[in-house]
């Protein structure tokens, strides 16, 4: 290549559609290198291919200033004989992805804590250290330091405001940009999507990146792009080098938009597998005939599973922090005898154990608050009815007979009708007494009126029944029978208009906007539940999974059938088939056969349980695990297929979880 005449090609590293990495010599000073050279021919410096090159190269050149080991060092980028091309220093080894498959999927443990440290030293560089290299005294506006003029004064507002402006974001982290060299050591290579002081160089969308190691932020709003993004990414490396794999493989038998929209959804909600299990697996498929012992400090996998926190809050602040921890835990374990960190790990587990019990006790205190407050709320009422009693005796009397005889009326009138359910009659030795059975409720706040469905109490079949066919998961199994009082329920999912009412929000919904609220998480509902009952008077709540399920089955009066309503899901539901990817106003549907809408499609519903597994032993008005890390949800969504719109299937996510297909319905308990 007569661009290249200046150097010996020693090999074709790689070749991709933007460009095409040589190993060289230099034919006059003879270093060995690396040479990156863009596949367009450019026609001039103005060119935008070239200006983009030059971009990415600016921030290598920038990252190279402190000559980090553990990051690629690039050199002065030129443009010959119309060819884009950058030197770069040549690294003899291959990317951990093929390494880890060299492997057979399994790496000892040591050799995934010295990846840890190295790639976390290298993203402490890139998120905080690199101000140190790259600041300016007069650009900067830094002040001399009294003491010695060689130097500057920083204080914590000047540190903060440089890490901002040279901080530079990786933004496509993943097993195939890490280097692992012969003598074992680590490099972060690719910073083609990189982002330097907010300034996106080239924006990771969907269609570019690795998705199988794409925060879950990404997944909803690619414009947030900060540090924690490259944490998740780092955490999905480092579960894969040390379980094996990555928590939620890329399934390449499905088309591809459904593939990544199941790993989105997996990335958003899903918990990752057991490492150990994993690792477990690999070790005994690797070296056939022994037994696998856990080889690794729980420590790793503690910072792993902080690295791959669903809320960006929660996982590590930068690189700098994760490499900090990554340290401490390193140096401290060097140090602990094998008793001491036997210990360590039984303290931790108790540790554990006690956060469960305090989270159980702080559930039962909230139930027992409920029941307190009912209970007060009943013996107001029945204070406030005694005392208009002694008071207007006369009158209660003759209120007395007229309702009975419009008992009597009512009674008679819907013996004569086929179906009469809302009214019974019951006899004792001294007098006959008229029962009327809790009807529908239609309340109204703030001008917008909203119906209360009343389910007569049951005993129904829970989990993954016949008719619910070959899609059910484990989770929904063993089915197990449950019975429940009766409860009202929302007639539909609270509509935005509803919910502006009671929250006063300040999105743009309209007042009329009978679509269901969406992008509100279960503590949002909490917040909405405890404004409502102050406006209202009464305990609403979210309804448990088993009130859920029992509701979308149609109660006391299913037909069992596969979704809520019908076995035809477009009869009763807005799916991804039908949808036109959103949500629908309610009620557009028809209803099951209590008069409930929209329990298959439109929205999934936030339940009151903690995620847990079944049990197959009969329950009554269970209420799910006492604690946990994820709630359930039900019902299937806009963006959902027929299997996710079951009236038995089951997901679940973090209580802060938001989504554009997840809303609520409201429940209540009979006065």
């Known amino acids: 290549m007569a661009f290249l005449q200046e150097y010996t090609m020693l090999d074709e590293l790689g070749r991709g559609g933007f460009a095409t990495v040589y190993k060289v010599r230099h034919n006059e000073l003879g270093y060995i290198r690396a040479v990156r050279v863009l596949n367009e021919t450019i026609v001039d410096a103005n060119s935008p291919t070239w200006q983009k090159f030059l971009r990415e190269c600016k921030v290598l050149l920038r990252l190279g200033n402190g000559n980090h080991p553990n990051i690629v060092h690039i050199y002065q980028p030129r443009l010959l004989e119309n060819k884009a091309l950058v030197e770069m220093d040549y690294v003899d080894g291959q990317d951990i992805l093929h ?40 650009a900067d506006n830094l002040q001399d330091d009294p003491s010695d003029g060689s130097k500057v004064l920083i204080d914590d507002k000047t540190r903060k405001r440089l890490i901002e402006k040279y901080k530079v974001i990786h933004n496509d982290i993943h097993s195939g940009n890490i280097m692992r060299r012969e003598d074992g050591n680590f490099v972060l290579l690719d910073f083609g999507l990189s982002i330097e002081g907010g300034d996106v160089v080239r924006s990771s969308r969907r269609r570019n990146g690795a998705p199988e190691y794409k925060a879950p932020e990404k997944w909803d709003d690619e414009a947030i792009l900060t540090e924690q993004s490259d944490i998740y990414s780092f955490g999905i490396v480092l579960y894969q080098y040390l379980a094996g794999r990555t928590p939620f493989p890329y399934n390449s038998n499905m088309s591809p938009y459904k593939a990544e929209y199941e790993l989105g ?63 401490e835990f390193e140096n401290r374990s060097t140090h602990f005898s094998l008793e001491e960190g036997t210990r360590l790990e039984q303290l931790n587990a108790r540790n554990d154990e006690l956060e469960l019990e305090i989270g159980r006790l702080r559930e039962i205190n909230r139930s027992l608050n409920i029941v307190l407050n009912e209970k007060i709320n009943t013996l107001q009422q029945k204070e406030k009815s005694l005392q208009e009693a002694k ?146 008077g009464k305990l609403f709540r979210l309804p448990t999974e088993a009130e859920w399920e029992y509701a979308a089955r149609g109660g006391n009066r299913k037909s069992n059938f596969k979704f809520s309503g019908s076995n035809h899901l477009d009869e009763v539901a807005w799916y991804a088939s039908n949808s036109d990817g959103r949500t629908h106003s309610v009620k557009g549907k028809r209803s099951n056969e209590i008069g409930l809408y929209d329990m298959s499609g439109n929205l999934c519903e936030w339940c009151a349980d903690w995620h847990g597994y079944y049990s197959a032993s009969p329950q009554t008005n269970p209420l799910g695990p006492s604690a946990g890390m994820y709630k359930i949800l039900r019902g299937g969504s806009w963006a959902n297929g027929p299997s996710y719109c079951r009236v038995s299937k089951r997901d679940y996510a973090s209580p802060d979880f938001k989504s554009s297909n997840v809303g609520f319905r409201l429940a209540l308990i009979p006065d």
């Open 391 to 536: 008071e207007n005796s006369e009158t209660l009397q003759k209120k007395n007979e007229s309702l009975e005889q419009r008992v009597e009326q009512l009674l008679k009138k819907i013996n004569e009708k086929e179906g009469g359910d809302t009214i019974e009659s019951t006899e004792n030795k001294n007098n006959t007494s008229k029962v009327v059975e809790l009807s529908n409720l239609n309340l109204t706040v703030n001008n917008v009126t909203f119906t209360m469905v009343y389910v007569d109490g049951g005993t129904f079949t829970m989990g993954g029944t016949t008719e619910q066919g070959d899609d059910c998961d484990n989770n929904e199994l063993p089915i197990h029978q449950v019975t429940l009082n009766g409860f009202y329920v929302g007639e539909t999912e609270v509509t935005r208009a509803l919910w502006k009412a009671v929250r006063g929000s300040n999105q743009d919904y309209n007042e009329s906007d009978m679509r269901p609220v969406d992008f509100v998480s279960w503590n949002d509902c909490q917040l909405f539940i405890d404004k409502l009952n102050q406006l209202t």
């Open 99 to 138: 390494y880890l498959k060299q492997n057979r999927n399994f790496v000892p443990a040591d050799e995934v804590i010295r990846m840890a440290l190295q790639m976390s030293s290298a993203l402490a560089y890139c998120h905080e250290d690199i101000y140190r290299f790259c600041m300016d005294r007069d």
């Open 265 to 327: 959804k997996a990335h958003l909600i899903e918990a990752p597998p057991s490492i150990e299990t994993l690792r477990k697996a690999f070790f005994e498929k690797k070296f056939e005939g022994q037994e696998y012992r856990k080889d690794y400090p729980q420590w790793l996998e503690e910072v792993i599973l902080k690295c791959l926190r669903k809320n960006p809050a929660e996982r590590f602040r930068n690189g700098k922090e994760l490499y900090d921890h990554i340290k």
